[in-house]
């Protein structure tokens, strides 16, 4: 009975992240079509309209809009946008909450998150990503004759939260891994390493 209980338990793991993945695709997909699909089969012949192009519609505006992005006065624009939102109680954390997310997805993860390192509190060893590699910090913040400091992400497992240490830099090992697989393995509680990479 045990050993089927752990049969069991090891099919969910396996199964879980593999059917969320697929059910947030095919809702993603069938929102964008069903959106964007009604606002097209409005403009456009009814005989005109096919399955599948509202999601191509919601793909091309989506493109469009990452383009208009690099344009100095969307940018400006958009600048305006977020600092009218963050003064909002409550809207500003929900957006930045949103914001840091979108940029999760959007962006290289070895990029945004920097080099991985290791980091020893005591008898722990933490993985942490760079955010910085010479931190500007108050005067206060560290004593003068301490070595320069950098600032350091420590992700929780199973959240989107962490924090960020100003920690020197001889309190860090570098690890020789990218960023992406450091990240999935802090999230998950996973190996840092799977078997099959692991050199013997």
Do not use: C
Request: proline content about 4%; cysteine-free.
């Amino acid at each position: 009975m045990k050993q089927l209980w752990k049969w069991f338990l090891q099919g969910i793991a396996l199964i879980t992240p593999v059917a969320l993945t697929i059910a947030l695709a095919v809702w993603l997909i069938t929102w964008a079509e069903h959106t964007f699909g009604s606002w097209v089969s409005t403009l456009l012949p009814e005989d005109w309209y096919f399955t599948g192009l509202g999601l191509a519609v919601a793909v091309t505006v989506t493109a469009a809009v990452g383009l208009a992005a690099n344009l100095f006065l969307v940018r400006w624009l958009v600048t305006k946008v977020e600092h009218l939102l963050r003064r909002i109680p409550l809207v500003t954390t929900l957006f930045q909450a949103l914001k840091d997310v979108a940029r999760l997805f959007s962006k290289n993860q070895d990029e945004e998150l920097g080099q991985v390192v290791a980091v020893d509190i005591g008898d722990m060893r933490l993985v942490g990503f760079v955010t910085q590699s010479d931190a500007l910090l108050p005067g206060k913040f560290v004593d003068q004759d301490q070595e320069p400091r950098i600032a350091v992400y420590l992700a929780m497992s199973y959240q989107l939260g962490g924090y960020t240490v100003y920690i020197p830099r001889s309190s860090v090992t570098p690890l020789d891994i990218s960023a992406d697989q450091a990240m999935r393995a802090v999230l998950t509680g996973g190996p840092l390493l799977s078997s099959r990479k692991v050199k013997r």
